[in-house]
């Protein structure tokens, strides 16, 4: 059983950064492609990012394309989000996904989900 733990949201004005971070426990955590997911009140879960087992490849939902980045660390088992320019509609609970042979962009492919961490962008 794989442990997610993101820590790292918060309050952050429009046009500001924050970086996500979240740990695992309890598995291989190099054998699991790792995503980032969101969801807004009265929102679907949305896709933000995911990252291969490597660190390789990346993949991003086209809301954050160019300001958002994924990498991860396999010797710390923790992957990131690196999120800038942020805008209001960037407000959302965050969460961190871990999972074998996804579809980066499906959510219901992951196997392990954290507890998610509310980011807040104020206009």
């Known amino acids: 059983q794989v442990r997610l733990v993101e820590s790292g949201g918060g309050l952050v004005q429009a046009g500001g950064s924050l970086r996500l971070s979240c740990a695992a426990s309890?598995?291989?955590?190099?054998?699991?492609?790792m995503g980032w997911f969101r969801q807004a009140p009265g929102k679907e879960r949305e896709f933000v990012a995911a990252i291969s087992v490597s660190g390789g490849r990346t993949y991003y939902g086209d809301s954050v394309k160019g300001r958002f980045t994924i990498s991860r660390d396999n010797a710390k088992n923790t992957v990131y989000l690196q999120m800038n320019s942020l805008k209001p509609e960037d407000t959302a609970v965050y969460y961190c996904?871990?999972?074998?042979?996804?579809?980066?962009?499906?959510?219901?492919?992951?196997?392990?989900w954290g507890q998610g961490t509310q980011v807040t962008v104020s206009s």
């Open positions: 309890g598995g291989t955590f190099s054998r699991y492609v």
């Open positions: 996904a871990a999972g074998d042979y996804v579809i980066p962009s499906i959510a219901s492919q992951y196997d392990y």
